[in-house]
């Protein structure tokens, strides 16, 4: 804007700038719906999840795999993790039971695979696979991060319980869900 004088046209006087500018309005960044996963086609793809399908159906039989399938489906990849048949069946139980829960919170230490809001706080769930978590040196590693875990808060609710369910227990029985509930 310039002012009009006797001399002509003379150029505004700066106004300092007090206060915030505002921050440029960023443009979202979109996430694709279904990760192929590195395969090329959808057929491979298709083909990759009915051979992950079959693979849950000889582990826990059908309808839990349908449910675990129904789950996975459900997803956006990329924004939870692995998404592993434990995991998928001790989601479909906390779901089963109407549950208020968050999958993959992100501390700066741990990343746990379930927080369970319950009154008074929160409970932790994790779910360890038999593989990685037996061997040597992790089982303290992971008791050292159970400990921490209990000693903290999440989302500013102190921890109640911090739960371990195993991959060769939540095969078998899914009722060691409703026992890492219980207070």
Not at 123 to 130: C, E, S
Not at 146 to 173: H, M, S
Request: proline letters at 5%.
């Amino acid at each position: 804007m310039q002012l009009q004088g006797r001399g002509g046209v003379k150029p505004l006087p700066s106004i300092p700038f007090f206060g915030k500018r505002k921050p440029k309005r960023q443009v979202p960044v979109l996430k694709p719906l279904v990760k192929l996963e590195g395969l090329q086609t959808f057929e491979q793809a298709s083909r990759a999840m009915s051979d992950k399908y079959d693979g849950f159906v000889a582990r826990v039989g059908k309808a839990r795999a349908d449910e675990a399938m129904g789950i996975l489906k459900q997803h956006t990849f990329g924004s939870m993790g692995s998404s592993t048949l434990p995991e998928l069946l001790v989601e479909a139980v906390l779901k089963r039971k109407g549950s208020d829960y968050r999958s993959q919170v992100e501390l700066e230490w741990a990343r746990p695979d379930f927080v369970v809001f319950v009154s008074g706080g929160v409970i932790v769930i994790r779910v360890q696979g038999d593989y990685w978590h037996s061997r040597e040196g992790n089982a303290a590693k992971d008791a050292l991060q159970g400990d921490r875990l209990k000693n903290t808060t999440i989302f500013r609710l102190p921890v109640l319980k911090v739960a371990d369910i195993w991959e060769r227990d939540i095969y078998v029985n899914e009722s060691c869900v409703e026992v890492a509930l219980t207070l």
